[in-house]
């Protein structure tokens, strides 16, 4: 099992910027879903975006155009993914996890499909 754990979190006024990363202990190859997963006070935890390994990105409406997830390439030294949020607004408070998953990432899922979890990382944007 791959050990991830997410940094980068922070407190930031609404219009700022942060960038997360997910520090991975093994390279997920081509055929693992990596995504940040997102849990607002008091609701569900919704995952917000998706990289798969051919480079190819998803997000949730309410990120498209703020946040960018990318992930480091084979031969780099490091095997993470990140997420870079633009434009912050207090809405996206909330944990943020790191989680990957054995599965295309346009294929119908289940959290419990993603069998890799960082600790989750506090975002606070306050107004």
């Known amino acids: 099992q791959g050990q991830l754990v997410e940094s980068g979190g922070g407190q930031v006024q609404a219009g700022g910027s942060l960038k997360l990363s997910c520090a991975a202990s093994?390279?997920?190859?081509?055929?693992?879903?990596l995504t940040w997963f997102r849990q607002a006070p008091g609701k569900e935890r919704e995952r917000i975006a998706t990289i798969d390994g051919e480079g190819r990105t998803s997000y949730i409406e309410s990120v498209k155009g703020r946040f960018t997830i990318s992930r480091d390439s084979p031969g780099d030294r490091n095997h993470g993914w990140y997420l870079q949020m633009n434009n912050l607004s207090p809405e996206d408070t909330g944990m943020y996890y790191c989680a990957a998953a054995w599965l295309n990432c346009g294929a119908p899922w289940v959290e419990a499909d993603f069998n890799h979890w960082g600790q989750g990382t506090q975002v606070t944007v306050s107004s």
């Open positions: 093994k390279y997920y190859i081509s055929g693992y879903c």
